[in-house]
């Protein structure tokens, strides 16, 4: 881990599912965003990063990464699996529920699932792809249905030339699971919101759990 870093902080009970995890599935090592641009370059379908990465993104705050999250439409997912094919496997998990994309299997049943990527069978896992449902080809909010956007309104395009999701939206995302890195993307992440941004995600926030305790932090000036 590059010494600028501050190191990933995992609780007891997180440790103990990731090695149960690993030990079930194979362990992980994830590309960067950077090699995941260079892994998708001629890809002409839209998709861009998630989760810790986006946080990094818009606020500086640099943290140990686990694994690296993309995202894009499923519609678009025969289009991914053939960009990668002979060179890559691309696998659906529904559910920890695993088969792999290609052949018999062309798209997938659940425009809500996720897509593993790796090299072969003894190769670690590289990208994690949760999808995103679509509506007329318009990005839609997992976690809320009324919330459709075009990808513009809820992405954007940092220094590097990479699209990311906005951070307000990852940390609604993430606050059904308030790990400790969580809680310091969070941190980091009101530093930059404006207040429109910042009440969006107030409201997301209240919509999962009118108790959550996040709030006391968001509604704090």
């Not at 140990?64 to 999250?69: L, M, N, V």
């Not at 792999?100 to 798209?107: E, F, K, T």
């Not at 990005?139 to 999701?165: C, M, S």
């Not at 059904?176 to 207040?195: M, N, Q």
């Amino acid at each position: 881990m590059p010494e600028d870093r501050e190191p990933l902080r995992r609780s007891s009970r997180e440790q103990r599912q990731e090695d149960e995890f690993q030990a079930l599935y194979g362990r992980w090592s994830p590309l960067t965003p950077m090699e995941v641009a260079g892994l998708l370059t001629g890809f002409d379908r839209p998709w861009w990063v998630v989760g810790g990465w986006a946080i990094e993104a818009a606020t500086g705050y640099r943290r140990e990464h686990e694994d690296t999250d993309i995202s894009l439409l499923a519609r678009d997912v025969p289009a991914f699996v053939a960009h990668l094919s002979g060179d890559w496997h691309v696998w659906n998990n529904v559910g920890g529920v695993l088969h792999p994309l290609g052949g018999q299997w062309q798209s997938v049943d659940d425009p809500g699932s996720q897509l593993w990527v790796r090299k072969d069978a003894s190769s670690p896992w590289v990208l994690d792809v949760p999808l995103t449902p679509d509506r007329q080809g318009r990005w839609t909010n997992k976690r809320d249905p009324e919330h459709v956007a075009d990808l513009d309104q809820v992405t954007f395009v940092a220094d590097d030339g990479i699209r990311y999701l906005n951070p307000e939206i990852v940390m609604s995302y993430k606050a059904a699971l308030r790990r400790p890195k969580d809680e310091t993307d969070l941190v980091a992440t009101l530093t930059v919101l404006p207040s429109v941004r910042r009440e969006w995600l107030r409201a997301a926030l209240v919509g999962q759990d009118p108790e959550h305790p996040w709030l006391a932090c968001v509604l704090a000036k």
